[in-house]
């Protein structure tokens, strides 16, 4: 009877409710018009039930990849672009000065003794210091260029397009100034509890959080397959 298979089908998976109701009317002749009628009923429903699941697994599926690729190009503890977005732009600027011919100017900001506010403050504090630096750097930058995490305590700024080595290196003093200036003042100000070692350290020391900076201008002409490249530490 109906209720009996009912009562069967409660104790079993969407899968083996499944393969249990077409085994009775594989093994069984003769039914009643109302059991037939409900086992088309339950084999319409486990359909559409299978498809809603294998669509909400996809769904999972999408969203899980869209947050691996999110994670790849896009670095939450600086709020900043990732070194794969780096290699991308900068793989795509060779290429078209390779044929055009131009130039390109980048610079490689380190922060100076972080290792230091890591040992001795911990690495969640050196995390904040470097969201700061990295979110005035980015301030300090003109519309068009663009900053990445390149690894570690290290940034990379890639800057717009016929950006020379005079005007790269006035924007690199901009962010070496702004930081100098703002993080410090930042952090002596904060009201977070977890940087407060570090605030009576900045005190007691007087000193700022600073960084270095290397600016590197690279020209091509047209059709040549040779380059001549400039590095200035800052």
Not at 15 to 43: G, P, S, W
Not at 126 to 134: F, H, Q, R, T
Not at 192 to 199: A, E, I, Q, S
Not at 218 to 223: N, S, V
Request: hydrophobic share 40%; charged share 30%; net charge neutral.
């Amino acid at each position: 009877s109906i209720a009996m298979i009912k009562e069967d089908l409660r104790l079993l998976t969407p899968q083996q409710a499944e393969k249990y109701m077409d085994n009775i009317l594989q093994h069984f002749a003769q039914f009643e018009e109302d059991t037939v009628l409900y086992y088309l009923r339950f084999k319409k429903f486990f359909k559409r039930k299978q498809k809603k699941e294998e669509f909400e697994q996809e769904d999972i599926l999408r969203k899980e990849i869209g947050s691996l690729e999110k994670t790849a190009y896009y670095d939450p503890t600086l709020g900043i672009p990732t070194k794969n977005v780096y290699l991308e732009k900068i793989d795509t600027r060779i290429r078209e000065m390779t044929r055009k011919g131009g130039m390109i100017s980048l610079a490689m900001i380190d922060v100076d003794r972080f290792k230091s506010i890591n040992d001795t403050f911990g690495h969640p504090v050196g995390d904040k210091v470097l969201w700061e630096i990295a979110q005035k750097a980015k301030e300090s930058l003109r519309g068009s260029d663009e900053i990445c995490r390149y690894g570690g305590e290290e940034i990379v700024v890639l800057f717009s397009k016929e950006t020379d080595y005079k005007q790269a290196m006035l924007v690199a003093e901009r962010i070496r100034a702004n930081v100098e200036e703002e993080v410090s003042k930042k952090i002596l100000s904060t009201t977070d509890h977890l940087l407060n070692p570090l605030r009576i350290a900045l005190i007691r020391n007087e000193r700022t959080i600073t960084i270095s900076l290397g600016v590197a201008t690279i020209h091509l002409r047209k059709q040549m397959s040779s380059f001549s490249m400039v590095w200035v530490m800052a």
